[in-house]
């Protein structure tokens, strides 16, 4: 694995190749490793180990970006000279930043609510191959009791990442990553179940696959539902890949351009006041990196207070350009909060660490109280396929997978063929009528996140499938 | 790199492999992309590597690195050996292949231009001309535009005496109009959305598809669509351009039919199919002038999906997918064509790069044009009531591949043989096979155009992967027409 010396050494070696203003290197080093099962065999089972260097030159306000993975001193010339290549013939952009400074990001991170984080734990490194395997017979063998299928997998990876600049910035992350996911087969139906942890223990493919299990055997024989308006029980992985899709549009770059859907929206009541929102990498649920893509420390942000969007994210230089701007006096506070992707770049700025806030103390609701309180609706395992309709309105369109049920009288009365929804997030996040407990949750459409589940009201179901 | 490769091999076998594979790939890729006249993009990258899949105690392994020393190979191939006897473990199926006569092979993609001998400049110059052009009308608050070149070198060694050694170079280039307007945004792309057009071919492409013309009308559309009624909900017939039929193949019909879907293979992320082997020959996958062919060979066209062998040796081929309606063909690779008896693969095992695993991947999935000269003027001309829909805007469909809904970025009313009035968020849902069995016409090869999808999504981990999909302009009859919008008033 790649070391911080040797960071540093490449460093300084590109920095020997360079004529470049100044020079900035993102660097990592990863070994991940998956192992993946259907039908209760494994039919894919896989282990990469590589390198990453990215190179970032200016000229002035003419920026520019090469990768490559090779360490040889020929191949470190090179992609100097390819980024430099792609800045020079490049026309000024007058609101490019020079790099930072250490003293600018000590400075900016004094506002950060920044905490220490332990995101590597050893256990995870060293599963191996026949670790996994051994986990992935036991899920086999909880389909095997009850006589179904099973597919999915689980993965160990570790990264170490860091970013030195000319101005002599340096950071430096390391991490590992566990996740096991796992669906449930049966004639007519299935089951679905996802985890994350940097720490491999927090996991528990067994119990998982037994819920999946659960599931599976519960919406045996689905009935079919008219389409409709309905109350709907959300698991958190169906809150976060739907919710997850609007938090791209808080950032400053997507109000400068006019592509967010809080254009003129920042300040009024747009949720119910029951949904508080904060991006917080250092929460200890979260993971990830806590700096940008120039080096800056990763603030705690409310995006959103009782309803109220009161905040976004910000880059360097989409702060700067905020401040300038005619809507600078109707977004919030603006300040680089550490959110910025690497340059150059299309998006600028979003939101990676997002934590709910649940409900007021001993007012969270488990899913089964949220059921039991419900008299006629839809219990959700997770959402699928989910794109966006309409991006003001913030409509989504996408299907229920998994693991659908019909809630009535309290109780989970069996399966149902699943629903196509088309729904907007803003009247979804105005009609929630309960929340559980935040957990660190996981899907396939959105990154992880600290989401609770969620009752809501009038969810829109448009179509059935078949199935 | 051959020599390199063959470390793999001789290791692998040492170590117990009943089966070895090594490819090494050599990429590079080049992004330029403009916003409002700022650079979005200006990188360059290349990546350099080796994967090795081997079968070890009647299992997979695979292992890939980017040390490409002897240490650094040999060790790969080692874990690659220890990973297939874990993964042996756990098999409850037994692993079955179909032959392949090994190959030794040379090919080169067909390229006029090389894209990377175009000055970036030149490139740039040409980016911020359409930029330029779309911001003229003061109603886009957004102009992106974006060019993509990529070369990718591959070698491909195997223990039963494969040798083949391809490149393949592909382009890409398109732009958007947004407009931010009142409570609502629209948009316009060229030549398609999500990035344009990409196809295996030089700077040709880029020259063809005259850019700057365009622009002004699509910027115009897009400012236009907010004075423009909604679409209306209900149903009716319906024409969809040529690049949304595209994209409508590749949900509906490329992803059920990849055969690893079918067998439950993908069941866990990507989802299984609802064409189960009974289906074979026996469903009316639509009507019948639906024909479709799986074709990666060079004569069908400079798609996405066209090389010479696929990943794991096996040459391009084409393969009838749907014929006169009827459903008569698989994706399938050496592993899951026993499955339908095959006697062979069908050529469709690819990976995105040297780090991942080769998967079954759609391949070029294209729609036969109509045989009896048809223009889409003349198709709109022979349609009473109905909507034309251009350009994908959102797109979903259901994990077995039955319910799906397209959005489209403007729609146009169709009266008595007419184009009428602009419609704005114009959309279509319905169930698949009753979809494909609504069509009754498709316009003839003048206006069938080889689309090009970049970024197909499948796999743990996930891996994106070039497709393409040739289609003429078509005729849907009685569709579900404006169901997004049902019910968000």
Same mark, same amino acid.
Request: hydrophobic share 40%; net charge negative; aromatic share 8%.
């Given at each position: 694995?790649?070391?911080?010396?040797?960071?540093?050494?490449?460093?300084?070696?590109?920095?020997?190749?360079?004529?470049?203003?100044?020079?900035?290197?993102?660097?990592?080093?990863?070994?991940?490793?998956?192992?993946?099962?259907? !039908?209760?065999?494994?039919?894919?089972?896989?282990?990469?180990?590589?390198?990453?260097?990215?190179?970032?030159?200016?000229?002035?306000?003419?920026?520019?970006?090469?990768?490559?993975?090779?360490?040889?001193?020929?191949?470190?010339?090179?992609? %100097?000279?390819?980024?430099?290549?792609?800045?020079?013939?490049?026309?000024?952009?007058?609101?490019?930043?020079?790099?930072?400074?250490?003293?600018?990001? %000590?400075?900016?991170?004094?506002?950060?609510?920044?905490?220490?984080?332990?995101?590597?734990?050893?256990?995870?490194?060293?599963?191996?191959?026949?670790?996994?395997?051994?986990?992935?017979?036991?899920?086999?063998?909880?389909?095997?009791?009850?006589?179904?299928?099973?597919?999915?997998?689980?993965?160990?990876?570790?990264?170490?990442?860091?970013?030195?600049?000319?101005?002599?910035?340096?950071?430096?992350?390391?991490?590992?990553?566990?996740?096991?996911?796992?669906?449930?087969?049966?004639?007519?139906?299935?089951?679905?179940?996802?985890?994350?942890?940097?720490?491999?223990?927090? *996991?528990?493919?067994?119990?998982?696959?037994?819920?999946?299990?659960?599931?599976?055997?519960?919406?045996?024989?689905?009935?079919?539902?008219?389409?409709?308006?309905?109350?709907?029980?959300?698991?958190?992985?169906?809150?976060?890949?739907?919710?997850?899709?609007?938090?791209?549009?808080?950032?400053?770059?997507?109000?400068?351009?006019?592509?967010?859907? *809080?254009?003129?929206?920042?300040?009024?009541?747009?949720?119910?006041?029951?949904?508080?929102?904060?991006?917080?990498?250092?929460?200890? *649920?979260?993971?990830?990196?806590?700096?940008?893509?120039?080096?800056?420390?990763?603030?705690?942000?409310?995006?959103?207070?009782?309803?109220?969007?009161?905040?976004?994210?910000?880059?360097?230089?989409? +702060?700067?350009?905020?401040?300038?701007?005619?809507?600078?006096?109707?977004?919030?506070?603006?300040?680089?909060?550490?959110?910025?992707?690497?340059?150059?770049?299309?998006?600028?700025?979003?939101?990676?660490?997002?934590?709910?806030?649940?409900?007021?103390?001993?007012?969270?609701?488990?899913?089964?109280?949220?059921?039991?309180?419900?008299?006629?609706?839809?219990?959700?395992?997770?959402?699928?396929?989910?794109?966006?309709?309409?991006?003001?309105?913030?409509?989504?369109?996408?299907?229920?997978?998994?693991?659908?049920?019909?809630?009535?009288?309290?109780?989970?009365?069996?399966?149902?063929?699943?629903?196509?929804? !088309?729904?907007?997030?803003?009247?979804?996040?105005?009609?929630?009528?309960?929340?559980?407990?935040?957990?660190?949750?996981?899907?396939?459409?959105?990154?992880?996140?600290?989401?609770?589940?969620?009752?809501?009201?009038?969810?829109?179901?448009?179509?059935?499938?078949?199935? | 790199?051959?020599?390199?490769?063959?470390?793999?091999?001789?290791?692998?076998?040492?170590?117990?492999?009943?089966l070895?594979e090594?490819r090494?790939?050599?990429?590079?890729?080049?992004?330029? +992309?403009?916003? !409002?006249?700022?650079?979005?993009?200006?990188?360059?990258?290349?990546?350099?590597?080796?994967?090795?899949r081997?079968?070890?105690?009647?299992?997979?392994?695979?292992?890939?690195?980017?040390?490409?020393?002897?240490?650094?190979?040999?060790?790969?191939?080692?874990?690659?050996?220890?990973?297939?006897?874990?993964?042996?473990?756990?098999?409850?199926?037994?692993?079955?292949m179909v032959a392949e006569p090994p190959a030794k092979a040379e090919w080169v993609s067909p390229?006029?231009?090389?894209?990377?001998?175009?000055?970036?400049?030149?490139?740039?110059?040409?980016?911020?001309?359409?930029?330029?052009?779309?911001?003229?009308?003061?109603? %886009?608050?957004?102009?992106?535009?974006?060019?993509?070149?990529?070369?990718y070198e591959q070698w491909f060694v195997s223990?039963e005496g494969a040798d083949i050694h391809q490149t393949v170079?592909?382009?890409?280039?398109?732009?958007?109009?947004?407009?931010?307007?009142?409570?609502?945004?629209?948009?316009?792309?060229?030549?398609?959305?999500?990035?344009?057009?990409?196809?295996t071919?030089?700077?040709?492409?880029?020259?063809?598809?005259?850019?700057?013309?365009?622009?002004?009308?699509?910027?115009?559309?897009?400012?236009?669509?907010?004075?423009?009624?909604?679409?209306?909900?209900?149903?009716?017939?319906?024409?969809?351009?040529?690049?949304? *039929?595209?994209?409508?193949?590749?949900?509906?019909?490329?992803?059920?039919?990849?055969l690893?879907?079918?067998?439950?293979?993908?069941?866990?992320?990507?989802?299984?199919?609802?064409?189960?082997?009974?289906?074979?020959?026996?469903?009316?996958?639509?009507?019948?002038?639906?024909?479709?062919v799986a074709d990666a060979t060079e004569a069908h066209g400079p798609g996405l999906g066209t090389f010479a062998y696929d990943d794991e040796g096996v040459a391009a081929q084409s393969t009838p997918i749907?014929?006169?309606?009827?459903?008569?063909g698989y994706l399938s690779s050496r592993d899951t064509a026993?499955?339908i008896?095959a006697p062979r693969s069908g050529g469709c095992l690819r990976a995105?790069?040297?780090?991942?695993?080769p998967i079954v991947r759609m391949t070029n999935i294209s729609?036969?044009?109509?045989?009896?000269?048809?223009?889409?003027?003349?198709?709109?001309?022979?349609?009473?009531?109905? %909507?034309?829909?251009?350009? !994908?805007?959102?797109?979903?469909?259901?994990?077995?591949?039955?319910?799906?809904?397209?959005?489209?970025?403007?729609?146009?009313?169709?009266? +008595?043989?007419?184009?009428?009035?602009?419609?704005?968020?114009?959309?279509?849902?319905?169930?698949?096979?009753?979809?494909?069995?609504?069509?009754?016409?498709?316009?003839?090869?003048?206006?069938?155009?080889?689309?090009?999808?970049?970024?197909?999504?499948?796999?743990?981990?996930?891996?994106?992967?070039?497709t393409g999909?040739?289609?003429?302009?078509?005729?849907?009859?009685?569709?579900?027409?404006?169901?997004?919008?049902?019910?968000?008033?």
């Amino acid at each position: 694995m790649l070391i911080r010396d040797q960071a540093h050494d490449i460093f300084a070696k590109l920095q020997r190749h360079s004529t470049a203003d100044e020079l900035e290197l993102l660097i990592a080093g990863s070994r991940s490793a998956l192992t993946r099962f259907a !039908n209760n065999t494994i039919h894919q089972n896989m282990e990469e180990e590589s390198q990453h260097i990215s190179v970032r030159v200016s000229f002035g306000g003419r920026t520019a970006r090469a990768t490559t993975n090779k360490y040889d001193d020929e191949s470190l010339r090179r992609v %100097v000279q390819s980024a430099e290549a792609l800045a020079k013939v490049q026309r000024d952009d007058p609101d490019l930043l020079p790099m930072p400074t250490p003293q600018e990001v %000590v400075q900016n991170a004094a506002e950060a609510g920044a905490a220490p984080v332990q995101r590597y734990f050893e256990r995870t490194a060293a599963l191996a191959p026949q670790d996994r395997a051994a986990a992935v017979a036991r899920m086999v063998g909880v389909a095997q009791q009850h006589a179904l299928t099973c597919a999915g997998f689980f993965s160990s990876s570790q990264v170490a990442e860091g970013i030195f600049n000319s101005r002599s910035v340096t950071d430096w992350h390391e991490q590992t990553l566990a996740e096991v996911s796992i669906t449930m087969l049966d004639d007519t139906s299935s089951g679905w179940q996802k985890a994350t942890s940097p720490d491999v223990t927090r *996991l528990n493919p067994v119990r998982m696959a037994g819920i999946a299990a659960e599931k599976t055997i519960a919406s045996r024989n689905p009935i079919e539902l008219p389409p409709g308006k309905y109350t709907v029980v959300l698991e958190p992985s169906a809150v976060l890949d739907a919710v997850g899709f609007m938090f791209w549009d808080f950032g400053g770059s997507a109000l400068l351009e006019q592509r967010s859907f *809080l254009n003129d929206r920042i300040g009024t009541q747009l949720f119910g006041p029951n949904i508080t929102v904060w991006d917080d990498v250092y929460h200890p *649920l979260q993971a990830g990196v806590p700096f940008d893509g120039e080096g800056m420390k990763r603030h705690r942000v409310k995006l959103i207070e009782d309803g109220i969007v009161r905040a976004v994210t910000y880059a360097r230089s989409s +702060a700067q350009r905020m401040h300038h701007s005619e809507i600078a006096n109707q977004v919030g506070p603006i300040t680089p909060t550490g959110h910025g992707f690497s340059l150059p770049n299309e998006i600028g700025e979003a939101p990676m660490n997002l934590v709910f806030s649940g409900p007021e103390a001993g007012r969270a609701q488990s899913v089964e109280q949220m059921i039991a309180a419900t008299e006629r609706g839809i219990l959700v395992t997770r959402l699928w396929y989910i794109r966006e309709v309409d991006p003001y309105e913030k409509m989504l369109t996408g299907m229920t997978r998994d693991g659908t049920f019909l809630v009535e009288n309290g109780r989970i009365r069996g399966g149902i063929r699943n629903f196509r929804f !088309n729904e907007s997030l803003i009247h979804m996040l105005q009609n929630v009528e309960a929340m559980g407990e935040p957990v660190r949750a996981s899907g396939e459409e959105s990154m992880d996140m600290v989401v609770p589940a969620m009752k809501v009201r009038d969810f829109n179901f448009t179509e059935t499938t078949k199935f | 790199m051959k020599e390199i490769a063959l470390w793999a091999l001789e290791t692998a076998k040492l170590r117990g492999a009943s089966l070895a594979e090594a490819r090494i790939v050599d990429e590079r890729h080049r992004a330029l +992309a403009t916003k !409002n006249g700022r650079i979005g993009s200006a990188a360059d990258s290349e990546s350099l590597g080796i994967g090795i899949r081997v079968i070890a105690g009647g299992a997979f392994g695979f292992a890939a690195t980017d040390d490409l020393s002897r240490d650094g190979v040999q060790g790969c191939t080692a874990r690659a050996v220890d990973i297939a006897k874990a993964s042996a473990a756990v098999q409850a199926q037994e692993l079955r292949m179909v032959a392949e006569p090994p190959a030794k092979a040379e090919w080169v993609s067909p390229c006029k231009i090389d894209p990377f001998s175009i000055s970036i400049e030149k490139n740039l110059e040409l980016l911020f001309a359409v930029d330029e052009e779309l911001r003229r009308n003061k109603g %886009v608050t957004l102009a992106e535009t974006s060019m993509n070149f990529r070369r990718y070198e591959q070698w491909f060694v195997s223990t039963e005496g494969a040798d083949i050694h391809q490149t393949v170079v592909s382009s890409g280039v398109g732009y958007a109009a947004h407009s931010y307007q009142g409570t609502e945004i629209q948009k316009r792309s060229y030549p398609t959305s999500f990035g344009g057009q990409y196809q295996t071919r030089g700077y040709e492409l880029i020259e063809e598809l005259k850019l700057l013309e365009h622009a002004p009308e699509i910027a115009d559309q897009a400012v236009a669509l907010h004075a423009a009624d909604q679409c209306p909900e209900g149903t009716f017939d319906i024409i969809l351009d040529s690049s949304q *039929l595209g994209l409508q193949i590749h949900e509906s019909i490329g992803h059920p039919i990849e055969l690893d879907r079918v067998l439950g293979m993908e069941a866990n992320f990507a989802g299984t199919s609802f064409l189960t082997l009974d289906k074979l020959r026996t469903l009316k996958y639509g009507s019948e002038i639906v024909n479709v062919v799986a074709d990666a060979t060079e004569a069908h066209g400079p798609g996405l999906g066209t090389f010479a062998y696929d990943d794991e040796g096996v040459a391009a081929q084409s393969t009838p997918i749907i014929s006169n309606g009827l459903f008569t063909g698989y994706l399938s690779s050496r592993d899951t064509a026993p499955a339908i008896g095959a006697p062979r693969s069908g050529g469709c095992l690819r990976a995105e790069s040297w780090n991942r695993l080769p998967i079954v991947r759609m391949t070029n999935i294209s729609i036969l044009p109509g045989d009896n000269p048809l223009t889409l003027e003349e198709l709109i001309a022979s349609t009473e009531l109905g %909507v034309l829909m251009e350009t !994908n805007r959102s797109w979903s469909i259901d994990d077995k591949r039955y319910n799906f809904q397209f959005g489209c970025e403007i729609g146009w009313e169709i009266v +008595a043989g007419k184009r009428r009035r602009m419609l704005k968020n114009p959309s279509y849902s319905g169930i698949t096979t009753e979809f494909w069995n609504s069509m009754d016409a498709i316009c003839s090869r003048d206006e069938w155009t080889l689309w090009g999808i970049p970024n197909c999504g499948k796999g743990q981990p996930q891996q994106t992967m070039g497709t393409g999909h040739g289609a003429a302009p078509a005729r849907f009859r009685d569709v579900s027409v404006g169901t997004a919008y049902k019910g968000s008033e």
